[in-house]
C-alpha cells in the first residue's frame, strides 16, 4: 500500500511539474503553430509592441536590457493583479535615487498565439522620467527575459516585423551574408564580443557589449573599464536618454571603427556615461558598454536566448550615416490642444437662364470648421552652450511652429530628424512663453 501511494505522489509530482513548467515563460497556445508575426513601432530607434496583460492591452518597450518586467505607474493598477508579494526600492541609470516598486503575482501575458502566466510584474509607484512624453505615445512598461528566455526571435526593422519561433521546430536556413556569434548570458542579460578602434590606425580593442535592444543610440562605453578606454579629445556633453534614477548624461563623441565579427562600421557616433551611471550600469565586471539599436537596426537580427546564440545579416541600412541631435534641445510630447481647422468644398449648381445660351453653371465654395485635438510639444531639456540655449530657447517653452509649419502636423521622431539633418541648417522655433509667442533662430552645428 504504502509503495503505491509513493508511486502516486512521485506521478503527482511530475503532473505538477509539467503544468507549472508550460505556465512558466511564452509558449504556444496552438501546439500546430510553429511561429507568431507581430509589427512594432520603432519610435526614436526604441522598439514597441503591443502586449496583453490580463486580457488588457498595452504598449511594451522591447529591451533585453532587462531581466524584470516593470510597469512606469500604479495608473494601471487595475490591469495588473491584486497579489502582492513585497515592496522595495529598485536603482537604474541616472543620477537619481532608487525609487519604490512593487511586485505583483500571478499576472498572465498574452502575444497573440503565444501566452504566459504566473508572471511578475514590478510597478513604479513613482514615475519620475514620463515614457510616454518622450516618445509621443503611451508607453505602459519594458519587457526583456521574461518574453525573450523561451523563444527564438527574428526582428526585421526594414518590414517593422518580429517573428517569435517554437526552438524545438526552428532550423535557420543557410545564409552567406550571415554571422553567428555565442552570447554570454549573465543575470538574464545577453553580451556579445565587439571591437572598437579609437584613433584612425590604432590598435583594436576587444570589447564586452550588452545587446541593448531598449537603447536608442549605437554604442555606450564606459570609460577606464579598460584603461585603453578613454573619451576621444574631440567630444561635448550631452543627455543620453533616461533610466529608471533619472536623466543620463556622457561624453558624446566618435570612435574611428567598430566591428562585430566581419561586419565593420567607421565613424560611428558613441556616448561615454558619466562616472555614476557607468558605476550603477556595471553589475557585470566584464562590461564595457553597450551596443543600441542605431547599430542593430541596420541588421535583421535574430536572437536565440535558449541556445545564447545571436545571428546577423546586414540590411538595406547598413552604410546609413550616424547621426546625432545638433540642437541642443530635447523635445518631448506634452499633450494634446484643440486647433480650429477649416476644410473648403466646391459645390457646383446648374439652372436656367433667360439668356439666348441657355441655361448656366455656378460654383459655390463652403467653407467649414472643426475642431479637433491635436499634440502639443515642449522644450525639457536644453544643453549649456548649446546653439539653441544661445540662441534663447529655455526649458518648458511650448512649440507653436517648427520651421512656419504648425507643429501639430508633426510626429515627434519627425521633430528630432529635423535636428540631425545637416551643419549650419537654420531652425526656426515660434514657441509659446507664459503669455508672450516668441520667434527664435538658430543653426545646427556639427562639432564631433
Known amino acids: ?73 500604479s495608473s494601471k493598477a487595475d490591469t495588473i493583479s491584486s497579489d502582492i508579494d513585497q515592496k522595495f526600492k529598485l536603482s537604474g541609470l541616472g543620477k537619481g535615487l532608487p525609487i519604490e516598486a512593487i511586485v505583483s503575482s500571478n499576472n498572465t501575458f498574452k502575444i497573440k498565439n503565444l501566452i504566459s502566466r504566473n508572471n511578475n510584474v514590478y510597478v513604479l509607484l513613482k514615475d519620475n522620467f514620463d515614457f510616454s512624453s518622450k516618445m509621443g505615445i503611451t508607453i505602459h512598461g519594458v519587457i526583456g527575459f521574461d518574453l525573450l528566455k523561451n523563444l527564438i526571435l527574428r526582428i526585421n526593422f526594414k518590414s517593422k516585423k518580429i517573428r517569435f519561433y517554437k526552438p524545438a521546430t526552428f532550423k535557420h536556413k543557410e545564409c552567406k551574408k550571415c554571422e553567428t556569434f555565442a552570447l554570454t548570458i549573465f543575470q538574464k542579460k545577453p553580451y556579445i564580443t565587439a571591437g572598437i578602434t579609437l584613433k584612425q590606425n590604432s590598435k583594436k580593442i576587444p570589447v564586452n557589449m550588452l545587446l541593448d535592444s531598449g537603447g536608442s543610440d549605437a ?23 533616461v533610466g529608471l534614477s533619472g536623466t543620463i548624461y556622457g561624453k558624446r563623441s566618435r570612435l574611428s571603427s567598430f566591428t562585430i565579427g566581419r561586419f565593420l562600421f567607421e565613424n560611428p557616433t558613441v556616448s561615454f556615461l558619466d562616472s555614476i551611471s557607468s558605476k550603477k550600469a556595471r553589475q557585470y565586471n566584464e562590461r564595457n558598454g553597450s551596443i543600441g539599436n542605431d547599430i542593430l537596426k541596420r541588421f535583421k537580427v535574430w ?63 463652403i467653407t467649414n470648421y472643426e475642431y479637433k485635438f491635436k499634440p502639443s510639444f515642449k522644450i525639457n531639456e536644453v544643453l549649456k552652450g548649446s546653439p539653441a540655449e544661445i540662441a534663447g530657447v529655455l526649458k518648458n517653452d511650448v512649440i507653436i511652429k517648427l520651421n512656419g509649419k504648425a507643429v501639430y502636423n508633426y510626429k515627434l521622431e519627425d521633430i528630432i530628424a529635423k535636428f540631425q539633418e545637416e551643419d549650419q541648417k537654420i531652425i526656426r522655433l515660434t514657441v509659446l512663453r507664459g503669455v508672450n509667442i516668441l520667434t527664435i533662430n538658430f543653426k545646427l552645428k556639427k562639432i564631433i
Open 1 to 73: 500500500m504504502k509503495k503505491k501511494q509513493f508511486i502516486l505522489l512521485i506521478l503527482l509530482l511530475t503532473v505538477i511539474s509539467s503544468i507549472i513548467g508550460q505556465q512558466r515563460g511564452f509558449h504556444f497556445i496552438n501546439k500546430e503553430k510553429n511561429y507568431v508575426d507581430l509589427d512594432f513601432q520603432l519610435i526614436n530607434n526604441i522598439i514597441v509592441i503591443p502586449i496583453e496583460i490580463n486580457k488588457k492591452k498595452l504598449n511594451f518597450i522591447l529591451d533585453t536590457g532587462v531581466n524584470k518586467t516593470i510597469v512606469f505607474s
Open 219 to 241: 554604442i555606450w562605453l564606459f570609460e577606464h573599464s579598460r584603461k585603453d578606454i578613454i573619451t576621444p579629445e574631440v567630444y561635448f556633453t550631452d543627455f543620453l536618454g
Open 303 to 365: 536572437i536565440d536566448y535558449p541556445n545564447k546564440k545571436l545571428t546577423l545579416q546586414k540590411n538595406g541600412s547598413f552604410t546609413t550615416g550616424f547621426n546625432y541631435n545638433m540642437s541642443g534641445i530635447e523635445v518631448v510630447y506634452n499633450g494634446k490642444i484643440l486647433v480650429e481647422e477649416a476644410s473648403r468644398n466646391f459645390t457646383e449648381s446648374f439652372r436656367n437662364s433667360p439668356e439666348p445660351n441657355g441655361a448656366r453653371n455656378s460654383v459655390s465654395i
